[in-house]
């Protein structure tokens, strides 16, 4: 059973910048496809980012593409997410998400994950 632990999050200003980590135990890691998600309480899910096992192939919403950077190591056990030149509307909480198996479609879609982490809280203020 992999178990994902969020942290990372916290307050910042517009325009600032943070880096949310994500640590898998459990399992092995490697195999694994790993995701960002993110909700407000109320708001519909979004799908922020993926990253394949190699972390050689990488999915962006249109609302993040080119301001956050998804990462992997491996060896670490980890993945990363940098969030950048962040905006009031970012304020979320931020979902670690993963699974093991064949990927058919790129991005995989939400019911692709089987595990999800806790969350950590984004707030992002004006």
């Known amino acids: 059973q992999v178990q994902l632990v969020e942290s990372g999050g916290g307050l910042v200003q517009a325009g600032g910048s943070l880096r949310l980590s994500c640590a898998a135990s459990g399992g092995d890691f490697n195999g694994y496809t790993m995701g960002w998600f993110r909700q407000a309480p109320g708001n519909e899910r979004e799908y922020v980012a993926a990253?394949?096992?190699?972390?050689?192939?990488?999915f962006y919403a249109d609302s993040v593409k080119g301001r956050f950077t998804i990462s992997r190591v491996n060896a670490l056990n980890t993945i990363y997410l940098q969030l950048n030149s962040l905006k009031p509307e970012d304020t979320d909480v931020y979902y670690c998400?993963?699974?093991?198996?064949?990927?058919?479609?790129?991005?995989?879609?939400?019911?692709?994950?089987?595990?999800w982490g806790q969350g950590t809280q984004v707030t992002v203020s004006s």
């Open positions: 990253i394949n096992w190699s972390g050689g192939r990488t």
């Open positions: 998400v993963g699974f093991r198996g064949i990927v058919i479609t790129w991005p995989p879609s939400q019911r692709a994950y089987n595990y």
